[in-house]
T-cell receptor
Framework: DGGITQSPKYLFRKEGQNVTLSCEQNLNHDAMYWYRQDPGQGLRLIYYSQIVNDFQKGDIAEGYSVSREKKESFPLTVTSAQKNPTAFYLC????????????FGQGTRLTVV | QKEVEQDPGPLSVPEGAIVSLNCTYSNSAFQYFMWYRQYSRKGPELLMYTYSSGNKEDGRFTAQVDKSSKYISLFIRDSQPSDSATYLCAMGREYGNKLVFGAGTILRVKS
């Protein structure tokens, strides 16, 4: 089945540690996105990529980093510089950037302990 | 002012009611309009996708876009308890590079 797979579903991090969230898609989509969701704030865009080896900052990129070495994969690293990393993280992809519907993974809930 | 405004609710209705969910927006360049349903602790799933103005129907769901008023709606007929979720609107521009989401409306359908 085609879709987007995020792993792990739950992740716990100690303060000062970097963690990497995985996102893989087999939809052959060009564009991929990372969003952060906090209660009452909707989805906020962290990073997006329109093509392999290229990505742009979204609205809240500080403290995060990404890579896009393969079309299928768009991992997100939450660094120790992110002051409030506890949140629900969603990865999405779309066939072309912006102009078509996006499909989401099931999310990763990150908790700092 | 946010680009997309959406009432967070919660909106509580009895089973069988017609539900109306709405978003307003400020950017006239938006051409693509989407509605997503998100159950608790899950990723959003695409419900409806509309290009430009007009209506689109899919089963119990109808999406309306009024570009002159910068207003979009999602109607749910014969609402069911399984429709209880958060509904997010999203919009994109022609040749744009990202979607803009509303904050989501929490819907509760009581049996």
């Amino acid at each position: 089945d085609g879709g987007i797979t995020q792993s792990p579903k739950y992740l716990f991090r100690k303060e000062g540690q970097n963690v990497t969230l995985s996102c893989e898609q087999n939809l052959n989509h060009d564009a991929m996105y990372w969003y952060r969701q906090d209660p009452g704030q909707g989805l906020r865009l962290i990073y997006y990529s329109q093509i392999v080896n290229d990505f742009q900052k979204g609205d809240i990129a500080e403290g995060y980093s990404v890579s896009r070495e393969k079309k299928e994969s768009f991992p997100l690293t939450v660094t120790s510089a992110q002051k409030n990393p506890t949140a629900f993280y969603l990865c999405a992809s779309s066939k072309v950037p912006g102009g078509t519907e996006a499909f989401f993974g099931q999310g990763t809930r990150l908790t700092v302990v | 002012q946010k680009e997309v405004e959406q009432d967070p609710g919660p909106l509580s209705v009895p089973e069988g009611a017609i539900v109306s969910l709405n978003c307003t927006y400020s950017n006239s360049a938006f051409q693509y309009f989407m509605w997503y349903r998100q159950y608790s602790r899950k990723g959003p799933e695409l419900l409806m996708y509309t290009y430009s103005s007009g209506n689109k129907e899919d089963g119990r769901f109808t999406a309306q876009v009024d570009k002159s008023s910068k207003y979009i709606s999602l109607f749910i007929r014969d609402s069911q308890p399984s429709d209880s979720a958060t509904y997010l609107c999203a919009m994109g521009r022609e040749y744009g590079n990202k979607l803009v989401f509303g904050a989501g409306t929490i819907l509760r359908v009581k049996s």
